[in-house]
């Protein structure tokens, strides 16, 4: 997508949160002082974004030390604008590629978090690149979700591999991989179903995919997104944190950000998850992905 599309389009879809931080962009023009109270305003406009407490705090006392009792100048507010870049920066933050044959990306969240949808998206970006992408249906617990992949597919134009309905997900994880294989593709995408963080035997399921895939490619899953719902805010988070210890996630997609004034949450799924946010989704379209860039979100999120 040429970047002034891109950039309206996590402009637009950031509207919401834009809101809020919108707030303290006139809280800049306004006051005249970074004094206790502009500070206090400062703290709150930050935690009704959901940047949450730890990042919240530290962010007030950077600026509260580096600016007591200074005029307020455009400096404030780049300086904030900084630290949240800072917050948000990630050396890992690209998708990691397969050099020697099929890329698999393995794909869970929670029920409804905008597995399916975020994956159809993901695929159309790939293939903007010019990959070869295949389908993995491994949702087989529900009729539904095969078809909704299904649709999709035929929408994208590729290839889908699926199951019965309530077979062994990790049989059509292995038939996607020989499929991938034989067929010359350059990316597999398997979806599976949703689960909770606490239902121990579907995050055991999870993890014997993860095996089958492991013994079908090399090095496969080469990236295991974890799918997050931005309007959960900070239960994201708990969400993030479990799924991370159990099947050693790569990465996140933060889906649904076009929904919610929660988009400072992004914050703290990078601070205490440690995962980095590799892909926002902004809507329920197949452009509405993006790949996650920090300035550019955060310069997104103070735009007028
Ligand atoms: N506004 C908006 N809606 C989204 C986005 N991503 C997904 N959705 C919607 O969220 C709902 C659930 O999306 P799915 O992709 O089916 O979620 P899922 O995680 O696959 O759901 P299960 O398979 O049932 O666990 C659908 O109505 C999607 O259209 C997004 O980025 N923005
Ligand atoms: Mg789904």
Aim: hydrophobic share 45%; with cysteine.
């Amino acid at each position: 997508m040429v970047f002034a599309a891109l950039w309206n389009k996590i402009k637009q879809g950031l509207s919401k949160t834009r809101q809020v931080f919108g707030r303290l962009a006139s809280l800049f023009r306004l006051r005249g002082k970074v004094d206790k109270e502009f500070l206090a305003q400062l703290e709150e406009t930050l935690y009704l974004a959901d940047v949450g407490p730890a990042a919240t705090k530290q962010i007030v006392e950077r600026v509260r030390q580096a600016f007591l009792d200074r005029e307020i100048t455009e400096d404030v507010l780049s300086f904030v604008k900084k630290e949240l870049v800072g917050l948000l920066n990630h050396s890992d933050r690209s998708l990691h590629f397969n050099p020697h044959g099929p890329t698999v990306i393995l794909v869970a969240g929670v029920n409804g978090s905008g597995k399916t949808t975020s994956i159809a998206k993901l695929a159309y970006w790939l293939q903007q690149q010019g990959k070869k992408v295949l389908l993995a249906a491994a949702d087989t617990f529900r009729a539904a979700a095969v078809e909704q992949l299904t649709v999709w597919s035929q929408r994208l134009g590729c290839d889908i591999v699926k199951g019965e309905h309530g077979s062994d997900p990790g049989a059509v994880a292995h038939n996607a991989c020989e499929a991938a294989v034989a067929r010359g593709k350059d990316v597999v995408i398997v979806d599976t179903a949703g689960r909770l963080q606490t239902q121990e035997h579907l995050m055991r399921q999870l993890e014997k995919i993860r095996r089958v895939l492991a013994r079908q490619i090399p090095g496969a899953p080469h990236e295991v997104l974890l799918v997050l719902d931005a309007t959960n805010g900070q239960n994201a988070i708990q969400q993030a944190e479990s799924f991370k210890k159990a099947i050693q996630c790569t990465g996140i997609i933060l889906a649904k950000l076009d929904g919610t004034a929660k988009g400072g949450a992004i914050i703290p799924i990078r601070q205490k998850v440690g995962l980095p946010v590799k892909f926002v989704g902004l809507g329920e379209k197949l452009e509405d992905l993006a790949v996650f860039d920090p300035q550019a979100y955060v310069d997104a999120l103070f735009a007028d």
